[in-house]
C-alpha cells in the first residue's frame, strides 16, 4: 500500500526567482550502440521543453510519497521559507532523517510548543537540531506525541531539497530504491532547472553481475519477508491519458524484474496503477489484458500479471525491460510490457487496454506537481533496484548491477539526459546500496552507504553574463557544442557614456583579455564578459590648472566609473599689468544634472556620470587709494586703500569733511565732492590729497578785543595752519583806570588759547585824571565868575 500526502508550505517572505533558458541546437550525433533495433543517438536540448521551475507548485506544496512509517518528499524552499512536517511518534523510538539539499539548510525537531513559537516568529527552542546540504540523523524519541519536523531554509537563494523521515526502533539510514530516474528535474551548476518530454515508449537495461540480497527481519515499510533472496529491478513511467470528453488520466505502469540472488532465477511482472485521482481505483471492467484485477475489502486496487515460472540464468545477466504505449483503433489507450534477453528482440508478454476512448496517450515525465490530484504527485520514469514486491525491503550483502534507462525519441533511442540515483515511485525499497553514474542514462548500483542524491547531467548549462546591460543569458548546450562570442572592443554611447572591453571571464577564474573568444563546451561553463564604464570627463580654465597632478587649461578624456579625478585650481593667477584671475568655483555639468562647488579650489570626485568642469575665475584690478586723512571705502575706513577689485564692480568712497586728529588738529576736506562711486574696469591709483590742516585757537579777554575783524571778549575757532590771526591793541576804561592791551599778530602753527593780558596806563591814567581835574577846576572858575558878574535886585514894595 502507498500513501501520498502534501504539507502546506509556510513562509515569512516570498520572493520569486526566474530562470531564463535559451536553446543551443547543434546536430545530433549517433552513439556507436543499438538497441532492439534502434539506434541511440546522444540527447539534444531541443527534445525537452523547460520550465520555471517556480510554477511547478513545489514552492508552495511538497510532493511525497511513502508506506506505512516512510515518508519521502521533494519540494523547493524559497529564501526564508520553511517546510513544517507533523508525526505522532510512539515512546521508545528512533526518528531517521535524511535531507539533501544544493543549498546548506536546517532541521529542527520540536514539540507543539516549540513550533508554536517557531512559527509565530517568537523566539524558540527545539529538542534537535542540524545543519548543511546533507544530513543523516537518528533521534530518539523518549515521550510518545506530536512532533514537528522542520526544514528551514535560512540561505539569499531557493533551495531543492529531498528528504526521507523513517519511524524505526533502531537508528537506520535512508531507505530508497536506488538506480536511476528522471523526475523533470536537474541542477546545472547549483541552479534547478525543470522540463518535460514524452515518448511512447521507454527502455531498461539491467545487467546483473553479482548479487546477494537478503530481506531484514524489520522493514520502515512494515511489510517484510525475513530472508527472503529475491530482489526486483523496476521499469516505472507514467502513462497520460487524455480522453474523448476532455479530461486527464495518468496511469503508473510498472515492468518488473524479480530475481532471486540465491539461486539465479529471474522472472518478469507488470502493474498498472491508476495515479489520476486521490486513491488508486481500477475499473475490471475497463481493463483487458494477461493479468487480474488485486482488490482490498472493496477496492479494486491495481491490475497485476506476471510470468511465474522462473527461469534459471548464469552471471552476468542481460535483460532489457520494456514498455511502449499508443491509441488502438478504438481510440482506446493500451500498455505493452515485454522484455528481451538478447538486446535484439523483444517478448510483448502482457498488452493492456483501458477501454476509455481517448484522444491522446503517451508516457510523460514532468517535474512533481503536488497541485495535480494525483494518487502519487510524480511523473518520472526509474529504473531502480529495490525489494522483490509487496512493499518489502532487502538488504544488500554483495550487488553490482549495471544500469541504463533510454526512451524512443523519433526512429531512435535516447539516455536520460538528467539522472538522480534513487526512486520515489515505489513502495519497495533497498538498504546497503548506493548508484553512480557511469555515462549518459547509466548508473551502477552496488552495495554500500546509501546516499540519495542527483549524480549526473548529459547537458551543459551555459552562463553568459554581459556586464554592459546585465542581462544574463542561459543556454543549456550538449558536451562538445563550439561556442564563439565576439565583442567590439569599444562600444561609445551618445550620452558621454562608453564600455571598454576588457576580456572574458570562464567559471570565475580563468581570464582571457581577448576581443573573441572560442571555446567548446564540455561541462556546466559560466561566461562573464568583462567591461569597463568610462565616462567623458571635460575640465576647461582660462588658465592651467592641475588635472590628477597635470597642469592644462582644456582637459578631455575617458575615465573609469569609480574612479577619482583631483582637480587643484591656484586660487590667484596673477598677470604683470596690476591685473590677476581670482577663483571662485567650479561649475559642474552632468553631476544630478548640475552642481556648484564654491570651496575648497581642490577638490576630488569620484566619477560615477559624464562630466564637465569649469573653472570659473573673476578678473580683477588693482586699486590704490592714498589719503592724508582715513576715508571710507564701501563702509570700511581707510588711511591708504590697496586691494584687488572685480572687474565692473564699484567702489563707493565717502570722504569726510573733517578728520580730527586730536590735540585739537584735524584735517578739513576742501574738495567738492565727498561721495565717489568709482566703477573699476582696469588698474587704478586714486589720491585724495585736498586736505588742511587746522588747529583749534581759542583766545579770551576780560575785555572786548578785535580779532581779525571780530570784536568779542571769547574768540574759539579752527584756523588753517599758517594762517594769521590778528588781536588789534585795545584800551578801555574800567575801574576809574585806562586799561590797554598792546594787540598780537600770530602765525598759526598749532593749537593755541591765549588770555589777553591787560595792564593799567598810569601816564593816560594821570593825564585823564588832569584833564578831568582841569575840567572840573575850570568848570567852578567859570561858575564863581558868572556870579560875580550877576546883578542885583531889590524887591518891589
Avoid at 554483495?398 to 513502495?427: R, S
Wanted: hydrophobic share 40%.
Amino acid at each position: 500500500m502507498r500513501v501520498s500526502f502534501s504539507v502546506n508550505n509556510h513562509c515569512r517572505f516570498m520572493v520569486i526567482i526566474p530562470l531564463l533558458i535559451m536553446l543551443i541546437m547543434p546536430v545530433g550525433s549517433v552513439m556507436a550502440q543499438s538497441m532492439l533495433g534502434y539506434e541511440i543517438i546522444k540527447p539534444q536540448p531541443s527534445m525537452f521543453s523547460y520550465i520555471n521551475p517556480t510554477t511547478i507548485g513545489l514552492t508552495k506544496y511538497s510532493a511525497q510519497s511513502g508506506v506505512n512509517d516512510t515518508t519521502a518528499g521533494m519540494v523547493i524552499l524559497l529564501p526564508s521559507y520553511y517546510l513544517p512536517l507533523s508525526y505522532n511518534f510512539s515512546a521508545g523510538q528512533f526518528v531517521n532523517i535524511y535531507v539533501w539539499s544544493n543549498q546548506s539548510i536546517s532541521i529542527y525537531l520540536m514539540n507543539n510548543e516549540q513550533y508554536s513559537a517557531f512559527s509565530s516568529g517568537q523566539s524558540y527552542t527545539y529538542i534537535y537540531e542540524a545543519g548543511g546540504s546533507i544530513i543523516e540523523r537518528s533521534f530518539y524519541i523518549s515521550g510518545g506525541g506530536t512532533y514537528y519536523i522542520v526544514i528551514d531554509n535560512n540561505n539569499q537563494g531557493p533551495a531543492f531539497v529531498l528528504y526521507e523521515i523513517t519511524e524505526s526502533p533502531s537508528p537506520e539510514g535512508p531507505n530508497f530504491p536506488m538506480g536511476i530516474a528522471d523526475y523533470g528535474l536537474a541542477l546545472l551548476r547549483g541552479n534547478l532547472l525543470a522540463y518535460e518530454y514524452s515518448t511512447d515508449m521507454f527502455v531498461g537495461e539491467v545487467t546483473i553481475y553479482n548479487a546477494s540480497t537478503t530481506e531484514p527481519s524489520y522493514c520502515p515499510s512494515l511489510e517484510v519477508k525475513p530472508g527472503n533472496t529475491w530482489f526486483s529491478t523496476q521499469l516505472n513511467v507514467v502513462m497520460l491519458i487524455q480522453t474523448a470528453n476532455g479530461n486527464t488520466q495518468y496511469y503508473w505502469l510498472q515492468d518488473v524484474l524479480e530475481f532471486n540472488s540465491q539461486s539465479d532465477q529471474f522472472q518478469v511482472l507488470d502493474n498498472i496503477w491508476n495515479d489520476t485521482g486521490s486513491t488508486s481505483v481500477i475499473n475490471s471492467a475497463l481493463i483487458s489484458g494477461n493479468g487480474g484485477i488485486t482488490s482490498s475489502g472493496s477496492n479494486v486496487l491495481y491490475y497485476d500479471w506476471g510470468i511465474e515460472q522462473p527461469q534459471s540464468v548464469s552471471l552476468p545477466f542481460t535483460i532489457y525491460l520494456v514498455i511502449k504505449v499508443g491509441l488502438n483503433s478504438n481510440g482506446y489507450p493500451w500498455a505493452a510490457f515485454g522484455y528481451s534477453l538478447n538486446g535484439q528482440t523483444t517478448t510483448w508478454y502482457d498488452n493492456v487496454t483501458i477501454m476509455i476512448p481517448s484522444n491522446y496517450a503517451s508516457i510523460t515525465v514532468s517535474p512533481p506537481n503536488p497541485l495535480l490530484n494525483k494518487y502519487v504527485p510524480f511523473n518520472d520514469a526509474e529504473l531502480v533496484v529495490a525489494g522483490p514486491g509487496d512493499s518489502e525491503c532487502t538488504i544488500a550483502n554483495t550487488l553490482g548491477v549495471e544500469l541504463g534507462l533510454y526512451f524512443k525519441y523519433g526512429d531512435y533511442l535516447v539516455p536520460i539526459p538528467y539522472m538522480w540515483n534513487f526512486g520515489m515511485h515505489t513502495a519497495e525499497s533497498i538498504l546497503n546500496a548506493s548508484s553512480i553514474s557511469i555515462g549518459p542514462g547509466m548508473a551502477f548500483v552496488k552495495n554500500g552507504n546509501e546516499e540519495p542524491t542527483y549524480i549526473m547531467g548529459y547537458f551543459a548549462l551555459l552562463t553568459i553574463y554581459n556586464s554592459i546591460n546585465g542581462v544574463t543569458n542561459t543556454s543549456i548546450v550538449t558536451p562538445g557544442t563550439p561556442v564563439k562570442i565576439s565583442e567590439p572592443e569599444i562600444i561609445v554611447f551618445n550620452n558621454g557614456t562608453r564600455y571598454v572591453l576588457q576580456g572574458y571571464v570562464i567559471n570565475g577564474s580563468e581570464y582571457l583579455s581577448t576581443a573573441s573568444l572560442s571555446i567548446v563546451i564540455n561541462g556546466s561553463t559560466s561566461i562573464d564578459i568583462e567591461w569597463v564604464r568610462q565616462y567623458m570627463v571635460n575640465v576647461t580654465s582660462p588658465i592651467p590648472i592641475l588635472v590628477n597632478g597635470n597642469a592644462t587649461s582644456n582637459y578631455s578624456g575617458w575615465v573609469n566609473a569609480g574612479s577619482t579625478i583631483t582637480i587643484s585650481a591656484p586660487k590667484y593667477y596673477v598677470f604683470n599689468n596690476e591685473t590677476r584671475l581670482a577663483f571662485q568655483y567650479f561649475y559642474v555639468i552632468n553631476y544630478e544634472p548640475y552642481y556648484t562647488i564654491n570651496y575648497p579650489y581642490n577638490v576630488t570626485f569620484t566619477v560615477g556620470s559624464p562630466m564637465a568642469f569649469t573653472a570659473v575665475y573673476t578678473r580683477q584690478y588693482l586699486v590704490s587709494i592714498m589719503s592724508t586723512a582715513p576715508i571710507y571705502v564701501n563702509g570700511s575706513a581707510y588711511m591708504n586703500y590697496t586691494g584687488w577689485v572685480n572687474e565692473g564692480s564699484t567702489l563707493v568712497l565717502t570722504i569726510p569733511r573733517y578728520y580730527q586728529l586730536g590735540n585739537e588738529t584735524r584735517y578739513v576736506f576742501n574738495g567738492n565732492n565727498t561721495a565717489i562711486a568709482l566703477t573699476v574696469d582696469e588698474p587704478e591709483e586714486l589720491s585724495i590729497n585736498q586736505w588742511t590742516r587746522q588747529y583749534l585757537i581759542n583766545i579770551t579777554s576780560q575785555y572786548p578785543v578785535n580779532i581779525n575783524g571780530t570784536t568779542t571778549t571769547q574768540y574759539t575757532d579752527w584756523l588753517d595752519a599758517g594762517s594769521i590771526i590778528v588781536v588789534r591793541p585795545s584800551t578801555v576804561f574800567a575801574d576809574g583806570l585806562l586799561l590797554q592791551e598792546p594787540g598780537l599778530t600770530l602765525v598759526v602753527n598749532g593749537p593755541m588759547t591765549i588770555s589777553i593780558k591787560w595792564t593799567i596806563n598810569w601816564a593816560l591814567t594821570a593825564a585823564l585824571y588832569a584833564v578831568v581835574l582841569i575840567i572840573i577846576v575850570s568848570i567852578i572858575l567859570l561858575i564863581r565868575r558868572s556870579r560875580r558878574k550877576a546883578p542885583q535886585y531889590e524887591a518891589m514894595p
